[in-house]
């Protein structure tokens, strides 16, 4: 019997999710929820789990650390399964964790479930930057990018809301349960993407040797780190300064919203300028609004300045990130999978760095004078990052590209 008109509608659509345009970017969503989601909850897991707050605060350590360190196995795994078993497995383990969450008799309990799907979800980022670099071509990732950024913030400013909100009508056990049912019903979908080409006994060896040989890669290196230690690490004290200057919780709660919209909107709108702008001429943009960023915050810390503040790393953010993750798209080719697993460990390894930052002038009234360093080195980015890109010459082997 033929296929009415509303069965063939719903095949269509359920197709255009499962297409890699939209789930690639949804599963960066998902995953940056889980980063966030147990942020608001702290005291009251803490207190379910008969517990403190300080061994609740450990297990949103324990789920960071095994985010950066995992990476260093789930990138040469990547090029001995290939880059969509990675992303299948990976998230079927962390869905199991966060089922385990929303299970778990103790605090002891808790922190390994959050440490495994930290770990898990670990893969989720390089593989998908790899996927897309391996079956896009050149002039069509930068839009890639750009979405990816925006479903990213999407996550990491939703992740707390969410959970905030639904801590006011169910138990934190429920919101954990829900959140685990959703990413192991995404598992099947992953795993039927279509292949990103047989990338199965890659050179792991060979990889390495190639970014440590490429003086491009290891300049994008330096710039991803600089880039992490002010628009994540300092980014992160922004509400920390706003409070010590007297600004309430409830407002300085605003900061990583303002952020996410300003992330969202920016690298939505470079979607429809950046064939006509070179990337050099984006980074320098990136570095002037990295400026003006930290400049107003170094001039007067209050909640105007501090939103106005964020809202500005959001931008630059936008601007330099979408922008570097395109280069080393096309920088790292021969080295992909590794290559873009280590510049997803650069950045976190500079976002720590300007945590750390951040934690001693949080210590020491230095606000004043971290915000003046973020400003030079804001403009060293733009500086530095635009003559790199400026006599950067496009190189790029061959790529599969699935249609």
Excluded: C
Excluded at 235 to 253: D, E
């Amino acid at each position: 019997m033929a296929s009415g008109p509303s069965e063939r509608v719903r095949r269509t659509g359920a197709a255009r999710l499962a297409a890699p345009a939209f789930l690639l970017p949804f599963i960066i969503f998902w995953s940056s929820l889980d980063r966030t989601i147990v942020l608001p909850i702290v005291p009251v897991v803490a207190e379910d789990l008969d517990s403190t707050v300080l061994a609740a605060g450990m297990a949103v350590t324990s789920h960071a650390v095994a985010y950066s360190v995992l990476q260093l196995v789930w990138g040469p795994l990547s090029t001995r399964w290939g880059r969509v078993k990675v992303l299948w497995v990976s998230t079927a383990i962390a869905g199991a964790a966060n089922v385990l969450n929303a299970l778990v008799p103790s605090m002891a309990t808790f922190t390994v479930a959050r440490t495994v799907s930290g770990g898990a979800f670990a893969a989720t980022f390089a593989a998908v930057l790899t996927y897309l670099a391996d079956t896009l071509p050149p002039e069509r990732r930068h839009a890639a990018m750009s979405n990816l950024a925006a479903a990213s913030a999407i996550g990491l400013a939703g992740g707390s809301l969410v959970s905030a909100t639904l801590d006011q009508w169910i138990d934190w056990r429920w919101t954990y349960a829900g959140f685990g049912v959703v990413t192991l019903a995404l598992v099947p979908v992953i795993a039927h993407l279509p292949a990103a080409g047989d990338h199965r006994g890659e050179d792991v060896v060979a990889q390495l040797r190639e970014i440590v040989r490429s003086r491009w890669i290891l300049t994008i290196y330096g710039l991803v780190a600089l880039e992490g230690f002010m628009f994540i690490g300092v980014l992160n004290f922004l509400p920390v300064a706003m409070q010590q200057s007297g600004g309430s919780v409830l407002v300085s709660g605003f900061v990583t919203g303002v952020f996410g919209v300003s992330v969202v909107v920016v690298s939505q709108a470079m979607k429809l300028v950046v064939h006509r702008v070179a990337p050099a001429r984006l980074f320098a943009i990136a570095g002037g609004v990295g400026v003006g960023a930290f400049a107003v915050v170094w001039w007067r810390i209050e909640p105007t300045t501090v939103l106005v503040s964020a809202t500005l790393v959001g931008a630059a953010w936008a601007l330099a990130h979408t922008t570097l993750q395109t280069w080393i798209a096309s920088a790292g080719a021969r080295a992909r999978a590794l290559g873009m697993t280590f510049f997803s460990i650069t950045l976190m390894l500079g976002g720590a760095a300007g945590s750390a930052a951040g934690s001693f002038a949080a210590g020491h009234a230095g606000f004043p004078a971290l915000f003046a360093v973020s400003t030079g080195l804001a403009a060293a980015l733009g500086v530095l990052a635009a003559s790199s890109r400026a006599r950067y010459g496009e190189r790029e082997v061959d790529s599969v590209t699935v249609r």
